[in-house]
């Protein structure tokens, strides 16, 4: 007895854990009034994740710690949508909007109404409730098929996990099924601290804020997209079942609201096509002030019954159209030229501008690209020119005004040496970017040693990009080869780095010297040079002295490497900073010549292999180590030199060409029987 109330004392607990955490939830996300501070709402939280975990028979899909993110997904499943995630037509006139208008009373003579909304730019969702809780949140992929993105969707405050949501207006009752679609985005300040924090972990920066946006739903850690914290809008409303249905878009907006959801929060309802075009230039000018990024309107007839009438193309639906603003294109002056050196080494000209206001924000810098497209646009220093922003967060410069040219200005002098580090930059054939070659140049050695670090590469545990920041900021790492000389004594005094966290560090850092020569050569940065080509270089040539003495056409010779990649080996190892590097990893015990056994077998040995789909057993770059590891060679396309296609769930347009030349195919099953034939255990 005493047991049982005690399990129904956890049980109100957790339930009011739940109800308090949704009210604070509520007044944060959509009130913007916060009421306690965020310890104490961490406290809340804390306690409800402990509780459910102790009790997981108590959990419930819609509990607030469903938000926070599960286990990393191994791959995203596919979904078949069942109402195909049509695109819409585009237009960028308002002379096409009226024609749009006319196209459509020639099909439905009568008068209909139109609903205008914002045209989020984000990334298409669309959400399958059953019985009032979320079981699908999946990607629009090519329109019929998406991945399933349900752990990721479930971290976005704004979607409810159940419906009705709580606080929400809804009366009567709640759909047996329930389809809505809409736009997961991230608001301007959520994508700056974003970029902040990647720029602090000398991480490559998102363009812009819908590119965040859609990285972060491909995650396989839904973890990481809690973090990221994105939200949604919800515009669509696809299938309504036990309920009663909206007739009309207007109507639609009003039922999903009412279920909680957060829709689109500026729209127009308006008889005619003319009210349409005076909305749309109502926002011409407000969409540069939102706290998010739209790049348009979406005009749609307001019935439901007009839309079944008029239909759809193959494309898209005939009562639907976007309007596309124009980029805006504002003129100013060109005070400077700076040249930038990236994570890669390569070399960006930035231009430096007069400030001036485009979109509604102030703009000082612009990219100006590369050294051919300053020569393209003529661009010199103290030149009138026009400048664009469209979705970038950096602008770029478009065009020089040299009618308002005034006097001789110089023309600009690309830097010949490296403008941070004054090493040596080239320009790798095939390339429009030069590159700065010094593997210890500061601008790029933070990227270069997290890579080396990294888990495909010398996989040293314990060396986070936290650690290499630090590293590097505190001059304790110059080049990769100082993570072999860090001084113990030193690393032990670094703010949050305890002796145990040193130890590990230090037993990572030791067990490395001993990784197999592919995973050296992959994690020295060589450009062109990848997982596969590292690995058929270390069968090759068996140690990194006889690698880097290698000529062009010795390596040339090698399947797989062709002559920009040989040409890329021989470069980098002529560089006296690699050499020199080679020379003090050769010191610090690093091993040179540990080769992975290849154990040939007749099924793989000298043959091509290419693998379309989805496999469920392993992930692709898996399964083609174990393709070298037998002998065979992986690639990624079909052509007539390819012996054998392996074909996995939802193959593509591989298999279509397979079937052209003749390849012989075979599926997931008989792979895997082909690799235990051959001697793989671990599958």
């Given at each position: 007895?005493?047991?049982s109330?005690?399990?129904?004392?956890v049980?109100r607990r957790i339930?009011?854990?739940?109800?308090?955490?949704?009210?604070?939830?509520?007044?944060?996300y959509?009130e913007?009034?916060?009421e306690?501070s965020?310890?104490?709402?961490?406290?809340?939280?804390?306690?409800?994740e402990?509780?459910?975990r102790?009790?997981?028979?108590?959990v419930t899909?819609?509990s607030?710690?469903?938000?926070?993110g599960?286990a990393p997904?191994?791959?995203?499943?596919?979904?078949?949508?069942g109402?195909p995630?049509?695109?819409?037509?585009n237009t960028?006139?308002v002379?096409?909007?009226?024609?749009?208008?006319q196209?459509?009373?020639?099909i439905?003579?009568?008068?209909?109404d139109?609903?205008?909304?914002?045209k989020?730019?984000g990334?298409s969702?669309?959400l399958v409730?059953?019985n009032?809780?979320?079981?699908?949140?999946?990607?629009?992929?090519?329109g019929k098929?998406?991945d399933?993105?349900?752990?990721?969707i479930?971290?976005?405050a704004?979607?409810?996990?159940?419906i009705p949501a709580?606080g929400a207006?809804?009366?009567?009752?709640?759909?047996?099924?329930l389809?809505?679609r809409?736009?997961?985005?991230?608001?301007h300040?959520?994508?700056?601290?974003i970029?902040?924090?990647?720029?602090?972990?000398?991480e490559e920066?998102?363009?812009?804020?819908?590119?965040a946006?859609?990285?972060?739903l491909?995650?396989?850690?839904?973890k990481l997209?809690?973090?990221?914290k994105?939200?949604?809008?919800?515009?669509?409303?696809?299938?309504?079942?036990?309920a009663k249905?909206p007739?009309s878009q207007?109507q639609a907006?009003e039922?999903?609201?009412?279920?909680?959801f957060?829709?689109?929060?500026?729209?127009?309802?308006?008889?005619?096509?003319?009210?349409?075009?005076?909305?749309?230039d109502?926002?011409r000018?407000?969409?540069?002030?939102?706290?998010y990024?739209i790049?348009?309107?979406?005009?749609?007839?307001?019935s439901?019954d007009v839309?079944?009438?008029?239909g759809?193309?193959t494309?898209?639906?005939?009562?639907?159209?976007?309007?596309?603003?124009?980029?805006?294109?504002?003129?100013t002056?060109l005070n400077?030229?700076v040249?930038?050196?990236?994570?890669?080494?390569a070399?960006t000209?930035?231009?430096?501008?007069?400030?001036?206001?485009v979109?509604?924000?102030?703009?000082s810098?612009a990219?100006?690209?590369?050294q051919?497209?300053i020569?393209?646009?003529?661009?010199r220093?103290?030149?009138?020119?026009l400048i664009?922003k469209s979705?970038e967060?950096?602008?770029?410069?478009?065009?020089?005004?040299v009618?308002?040219r005034?006097?001789s200005?110089?023309k600009?002098?690309f830097?010949?040496?490296?403008p941070v580090c004054?090493?040596?930059?080239?320009k790798?054939e095939?390339?429009?970017?030069?590159?700065?070659v010094?593997?210890?140049?500061?601008a790029?050695?933070?990227a270069?040693?997290?890579h080396?670090?990294?888990?495909?590469?010398?996989?040293?545990?314990?060396l986070?990009?936290?650690?290499?920041?630090?590293?590097v900021?505190?001059k304790?790492?110059?080049?990769?080869?100082?993570?072999?000389?860090?001084d113990?004594?030193?690393?032990?005094k670094l703010e949050r780095?305890g002796?145990?966290?040193?130890?590990n560090?230090?037993?990572?850092i030791?067990?490395?010297k001993?990784?197999?020569?592919?995973?050296l050569?992959?994690?020295?940065g060589?450009?062109?040079?990848g997982?596969?080509?590292a690995f058929?270089?270390?069968?090759?040539?068996?140690d990194?002295?006889?690698?880097a003495?290698?000529?062009q056409?010795?390596?040339e010779a090698i399947?797989?490497?062709g002559?920009?990649?040989?040409?890329a080996?021989?470069?980098?190892f002529?560089e006296?900073g690699?050499r020199?590097i080679?020379?003090?990893?050769?010191?610090?015990?690093?091993?040179?010549?540990?080769?992975?056994?290849?154990?040939?077998?007749?099924?793989f040995?000298?043959?091509?292999?290419?693998?379309?789909?989805?496999?469920e057993?392993?992930e692709r770059s898996?399964a083609?180590?174990?393709?070298?590891q037998l002998?065979g060679?992986?690639?990624?396309?079909?052509?007539?030199?390819?012996?054998?296609?392996?074909a996995?769930?939802?193959?593509?347009?591989?298999?279509?060409?397979?079937?052209?030349?003749g390849?012989k195919?075979?599926?997931?099953a008989?792979?895997?029987?082909l690799?235990?034939?051959?001697?793989v255990k671990?599958?």
């Amino acid at each position: 007895m005493a047991k049982s109330t005690a399990k129904k004392d956890v049980e109100r607990r957790i339930e009011m854990l739940r109800e308090e955490i949704r009210h604070h939830n509520r007044k944060y996300y959509e009130e913007a009034r916060p009421e306690i501070s965020d310890f104490d709402y961490d406290k809340l939280m804390r306690e409800l994740e402990t509780l459910e975990r102790e009790h997981p028979e108590l959990v419930t899909a819609d509990s607030p710690t469903q938000r926070v993110g599960g286990a990393p997904l191994k791959e995203f499943k596919s979904v078949t949508h069942g109402v195909p995630m049509l695109s819409l037509d585009n237009t960028y006139s308002v002379e096409e909007l009226l024609e749009f208008d006319q196209r459509l009373h020639r099909i439905v003579p009568e008068s209909f109404d139109y609903f205008v909304e914002e045209k989020i730019d984000g990334v298409s969702i669309s959400l399958v409730y059953e019985n009032g809780v979320l079981v699908t949140g999946s990607s629009r992929g090519d329109g019929k098929q998406g991945d399933d993105i349900t752990e990721n969707i479930k971290t976005i405050a704004d979607i409810p996990l159940k419906i009705p949501a709580p606080g929400a207006p809804h009366k009567g009752p709640v759909p047996k099924k329930l389809e809505v679609r809409g736009e997961a985005y991230l608001s301007h300040a959520q994508f700056e601290k974003i970029n902040h924090e990647r720029e602090k972990q000398d991480e490559e920066l998102f363009a812009n804020p819908r590119n965040a946006c859609a990285g972060s739903l491909k995650q396989l850690d839904p973890k990481l997209v809690a973090r990221r914290k994105l939200n949604a809008f919800i515009h669509g409303l696809v299938t309504v079942e036990g309920a009663k249905a909206p007739e009309s878009q207007s109507q639609a907006f009003e039922f999903m609201k009412g279920l909680g959801f957060k829709t689109i929060p500026h729209t127009c309802l308006t008889q005619d096509i003319h009210g349409v075009v005076g909305f749309i230039d109502k926002y011409r000018e407000k969409k540069g002030k939102l706290p998010y990024d739209i790049d348009g309107m979406v005009v749609k007839v307001d019935s439901l019954d007009v839309r079944k009438t008029l239909g759809s193309t193959t494309k898209s639906p005939r009562g639907m159209i976007a309007y596309k603003y124009p980029a805006e294109k504002v003129e100013t002056t060109l005070n400077d030229i700076v040249v930038q050196v990236g994570r890669t080494g390569a070399l960006t000209p930035v231009a430096i501008l007069e400030p001036v206001l485009v979109s509604g924000t102030t703009v000082s810098r612009a990219s100006l690209h590369n050294q051919d497209e300053i020569e393209r646009l003529d661009a010199r220093i103290g030149d009138r020119v026009l400048i664009e922003k469209s979705g970038e967060i950096i602008p770029k410069v478009i065009q020089v005004l040299v009618e308002k040219r005034k006097g001789s200005l110089y023309k600009f002098r690309f830097p010949e040496k490296c403008p941070v580090c004054g090493g040596h930059v080239k320009k790798t054939e095939g390339e429009v970017a030069l590159r700065c070659v010094n593997l210890a140049c500061p601008a790029q050695l933070s990227a270069r040693v997290r890579h080396y670090a990294s888990r495909d590469a010398m996989d040293i545990e314990g060396l986070g990009a936290v650690w290499v920041a630090q590293f590097v900021d505190y001059k304790m790492i110059k080049d990769l080869s100082d993570i072999y000389f860090l001084d113990p004594e030193e690393v032990v005094k670094l703010e949050r780095m305890g002796e145990k966290s040193r130890d590990n560090l230090f037993q990572g850092i030791e067990a490395s010297k001993s990784r197999p020569l592919n995973r050296l050569i992959f994690g020295l940065g060589i450009p062109g040079v990848g997982e596969r080509a590292a690995f058929i270089l270390a069968q090759r040539f068996q140690d990194l002295d006889v690698v880097a003495k290698a000529g062009q056409e010795d390596l040339e010779a090698i399947r797989e490497i062709g002559p920009v990649t040989a040409k890329a080996i021989v470069e980098f190892f002529e560089e006296a900073g690699t050499r020199a590097i080679l020379k003090k990893l050769r010191q610090a015990g690093v091993r040179f010549d540990i080769v992975e056994k290849v154990k040939t077998a007749d099924a793989f040995n000298g043959k091509t292999f290419v693998i379309t789909g989805t496999l469920e057993s392993m992930e692709r770059s898996q399964a083609e180590k174990y393709i070298r590891q037998l002998g065979g060679h992986p690639s990624s396309s079909v052509s007539r030199k390819t012996d054998v296609l392996v074909a996995g769930e939802n193959a593509g347009s591989k298999l279509k060409k397979a079937d052209e030349l003749g390849i012989k195919k075979i599926d997931e099953a008989a792979f895997l029987k082909l690799l235990r034939d051959s001697g793989v255990k671990d599958i």
